[in-house]
């Protein structure tokens, strides 16, 4: 008889052999992990993250990635919406092309920004025109952070909307709700979970761009030189720093993750647990960026 | 369903192909018998005079193949103090160098077999008029120029201090590469990098030299590494490159004599 | 006429005219598939059909074909849908679920909360008001869901099965609450169940193949039903033929029977017979006017005190003594014998 929670008897149908992979497989990500922390030189690990370079990278890179964050959720959610519900030719090309920077390498997404928003890109003269420099600035950072975040957001919410289905939505029509009321009132409150989700992995995503930014935006004290920029710049001169700042983003990247993969709380009776029901773990269908390319 | 069980059919074929493509790949690094190989590690600034450099060396050291691995001197540098089997290691300057000499990784003395100086790179035309090193501290100038981390940096800043000139740079890239992109890509006005850059880039950048880089002449060291297994053969590549044949072919990429 | 409908969406097959009084409740039944849901939908603005129209109290729903294109968003209806799941909105309580139609509808915060917490108190849910739908049992659920469908103030309320989901104990007092709304107002409620039928609707109407096989009051469909699936939620045996004499000339031969009206000879006809006039017999019996069938049996299944046997199509009711006695099992040929006097002959 199974268990209840005792967990001990239960049956879980998982050969030995695919345990001792599994564990290969954790230490693939783990070990180096752990190589980098045990090369943290401790005495001096409060100095060097705490220098101005330092500080004015990681402030930046959280000002930008909490910019693109919120450029993301503006832009990704209609966009999700119309990919989980709308019907219209080439729907599927369009989902592709627009998952697409979750596979490119980002410099290549760099590349492509450079040609569209560069002095000589596509619109880049007519930003000219209208006073809006974006080379050499944060705003092509953020720019940069959203190209290869969005994705991120999109696939997520896209998850929860498919997943919650339209019968809410069919059901609050009929109850007299025009589909603006509907998408505040319903959608958005019952893929709420996907969009947190979704919207911390955009997070960590940013945090990490690296290839992007370099590419488009340079590299400058305090406008352009994100964490990941600052980290490669030190490793230069200086690893120890480079691997102190590493921790940090490490540290960073870890919590926002936590923060996405919690388990969702259980359904307590008091009636605050807000997720029931149709309240599935959010859907995440992408693995949360950060790394450096 | 049917699609992960075709998946879970061809998943194991697909991963015997990539470990039999992929073992190889790793075990390759001994060399055939009968054979040499000589590898060096050298500053991405050299790959075009090296690769050339290189069939000389063979064609005059027969049964002796040259490979080499061109990147950043730092990230050499790193690799070599990690352990990476190399037998020549040329840097573009000589504090990276230093730092491979203090690890006791180099056989004997480094030699500078070559300089380079800055020079200003501006796009065809050059749009924004560049006349002068001064001219890149003008107001509205989009410079690009390297971090102080990195050589190219450094040089900068030196040829800065001697000329009193402060320099706002747009971005501070962290390799001549990325200075060199941005001023061919056109979103800068003018970049410093050095004279070899401006010279491979060929007709996609102009280049403005200017006397005051004489400030700030970057030397090359190369040197044999201690942990080589062919150092004849690393000390004849070596002799190459100090010599009138090497010199030549180094003067055509843009670079200085070297001092020894 | 409050409710007049008639529309076909040609990829389904679906073509139904149908039209109901100011408070009259129609029973929508039929085999699946026959099209039940594909009318709701229709009715309720979810899936648009190639052509018809309909209108309610007096506003046209749609229109379409014949030069129009007029189409009422879901929402501008006035149709509120009661599905087999309540479909409560799960981040909303049960009051704000009930209010969550007077809000769409412009009410004020405030006035809709009152509003909602009576709904809630003529469900008998007023003690749920301030849940979640998953502290709610599936009954609590599906009451609520009438509250909040009745909140909306809907022209004609729409029901899907609304008692399909609920246990037998949940059942019951859905259907006495659903007895009561129901009564003065019009609806329509798609069920597999003959006693929702009976106790909720005045018509009952059949759905086969995307088309009406039968509509009628509800005792007269059951009574004298026209279409194999009405008699089979009638539970009576039902064999189509043309009128001959006092029965009717079928594909099985002639079946004797008794009509209240002559019915002029030619003219296509069912008898129909319930299942415990039929009498089981191994061998052919002769005698006073009655019907004998050759079938092999397929099925025996308990029914009631008594045990049901299938072949050929019809039923017949023994005991289970007279089981024993006969040794049926399936595959076996037997005689199915039912007196004229038992079946009832009628034009379709």
Not at chain 1, 248 to 261: D, F, R
Not at chain 2, 211 to 237: D, I, Q, T
Not at chain 3, 96 to 102: E, H, Y
Not at chain 3, 341 to 348: I, K, Q, T
């Amino acid at each position: 008889m199974t268990g209840g929670h005792s967990g001990r008897q239960a049956y879980t149908g998982v050969p030995r052999w695919l345990y001792a992979l599994a564990v290969l497989a954790a230490l693939v990500v783990v070990l180096p992990l752990a190589a980098m922390v045990a090369r943290v030189n401790w005495a001096n690990f409060i100095p060097l993250v705490t220098s101005a370079p330092a500080l004015a990278a990681l402030g930046l890179s959280l000002r930008t990635a909490a910019a693109s964050t919120a450029l993301c959720i503006v832009l990704g959610v209609p966009l999700a919406v119309v990919l989980a519900r709308g019907r219209f030719p080439l729907l599927g090309l369009l989902r592709s092309l627009v998952l697409l920077p979750l596979v490119l390498p980002p410099v290549v997404g760099g590349i492509a920004l450079l040609y569209t928003f560069g002095r000589q890109g596509l619109l880049g003269s007519t930003l000219e025109v209208l006073g809006l420099q974006i080379a050499f600035s944060t705003a092509a950072v953020v720019l940069a952070q959203t190209f290869v975040a969005l994705p991120f957001l999109v696939v997520s919410l896209e998850g929860a909307l498919r997943t919650g289905g339209q019968r809410y939505e069919a059901v609050a029509a009929t109850l007299g709700a025009s589909p603006g009321t509907v998408f505040r009132r319903v959608t958005l409150p019952l893929v709420l979970p996907g969009l947190a989700s979704g919207a911390v992995l955009s997070f960590a995503r940013s945090l990490g761009e690296f290839g992007a930014t370099l590419t488009f935006a340079g590299s400058l004290q305090g406008v352009t030189r994100t964490l990941p920029l600052e980290i490669y710049l030190q490793r230069e001169t200086d690893p120890d720093a480079a691997v102190a700042l590493s921790l940090v983003l490490v540290a960073v990247a870890v919590a926002v993750v936590a923060l996405a993969y919690r388990r969702p709380g259980g359904r307590g009776p008091d009636g605050k647990a807000g997720k029931q029901a149709s309240g599935e773990r959010p859907t995440t269908a992408a693995a949360p960026g950060g790394a450096l390319t | 369903m049917r699609g992960n069980r075709k998946l879970a059919a061809v998943l194991p074929a697909l991963l015997a192909v990539l470990l039999a493509t992929a073992l190889p790949g790793c075990a390759g690094g001994g060399a055939a018998a009968g054979s040499s190989t000589l590898t060096v590690f050298a500053a991405a600034s050299l790959k075009s005079s090296f690769t050339e450099l290189a069939e000389r060396f063979e064609a005059e050291n027969p049964g002796t193949t040259v490979t080499f691995s061109f990147a950043g001197s730092a990230d050499l540098a790193t690799q070599l103090n990690q352990g990476a089997p190399a037998d020549v290691f040329a840097s573009a300057d000589a504090g990276t160098m230093a730092k491979v000499q203090e690890a006791g990784l180099v056989d004997g003395e480094p030699r500078d077999f070559a300089t380079n100086t800055l020079a200003i790179a501006v796009p065809p035309g050059n749009p924004a008029g560049i006349r002068s090193f001064a001219d890149l501290a003008k107001a509205g100038i989009k410079l690009v120029a390297c971090a102080e981390q990195v050589p190219c940096g450094a040089a900068a800043a030196s040829v800065e201090d001697s000329t009193g000139t402060v320099l706002s740079p747009v971005s501070e890239e962290n390799s001549v590469t990325d200075v060199l992109g941005k001023v061919i890509s056109g979103e800068a006005d003018a970049g410093l990098v050095y004279v070899t850059d401006v010279r491979s880039a060929g007709g996609r950048v102009e280049s403005i030299p200017f006397p005051e880089a004489g400030a700030a002449v970057n030397p090359y060291p190369a040197a044999v590494l201690a942990g080589s297994s062919n150092k004849a053969a690393a000390g004849r590549f070596l002799d190459l490159l100090a010599g009138p044949e090497g010199q030549e072919i180094l003067a055509a990429a843009g670079f200085g004599p070297g001092s020894r | 006429m409050t409710f007049s409908f008639q529309a076909a969406v040609a990829e389904r097959g679906f073509d139904v005219g149908l039209s109901l009084g100011p408070t009259e409740t129609v029973a929508v039944m039929g085999p699946n598939g026959a099209g039940k849901s594909t009318l709701l939908s229709v009715i309720a603005g979810l899936v648009r059909p190639d052509r018809g129209r309909a209108e309610l109290n007096g506003r046209t729903l749609f229109h379409l074909g014949d030069g129009e294109k007029r189409w009422a968003a879901p929402h501008h209806r006035g149709t509120a849908l009661l599905a087999q799941e309540p479909l409560l909105f799960p981040h909303l309580t049960a009051a704000d679920n009930v209010a969550f139609g007077p809000r769409s509808a412009g009410t004020p915060r405030r006035q809709a909360m009152e509003q909602a917490v009576r709904w809630l108190d003529d469900v008998e849910a007023g003690n749920l008001a301030g849940r979640r739908p998953a502290e709610l049992s599936g009954g609590q659920a599906q009451r609520v869901a009438v509250a909040r469908a009745l909140a909306a103030d809907p022209g004609l309320l729409l029901l899907d099965e609304p008692m399909a989901a609920l246990d037998i104990h949940s059942a019951p007092l859905l259907r006495r609450l659903l007895k009561r709304v129901l009564a003065d107002r019009p609806a329509i409620i798609i069920t597999h169940d003959v006693l929702d039928a009976l106790m909720l609707a005045d018509r009952v109407v059949i759905l086969e193949n995307g088309r009406i096989a039968e509509e009628g009051p509800t005792r007269q469909v059951l009574h004298k039903p026209r279409s194999a699936f009405a008699a089979g939620l009638a539970g009576l045996n039902f064999v189509v033929g043309t009128s001959a004499g006092d029965g009717i000339l079928a594909a099985r031969g002639h079946i004797a029977g008794h009509s209240e009206d002559p019915v002029p000879a030619g003219r296509p006809a069912v008898a129909v017979f319930p299942p415990s006039a039929v009498s089981v017999f191994l061998t052919d019996a002769h005698g006073s006017p009655r019907n004998s069938f050759e079938v092999a049996v397929t099925d025996l299944e308990p029914h009631g005190d008594q045990v049901r046997v299938r072949g050929g199509g019809l039923a017949a009711d023994i005991t289970p003594a007279a089981l024993t006695d006969l040794g049926l099992v399936p595959g076996m040929a037997v005689h199915l014998v039912v007196k004229a006097a038992a079946v009832s002959v009628y034009p379709l």
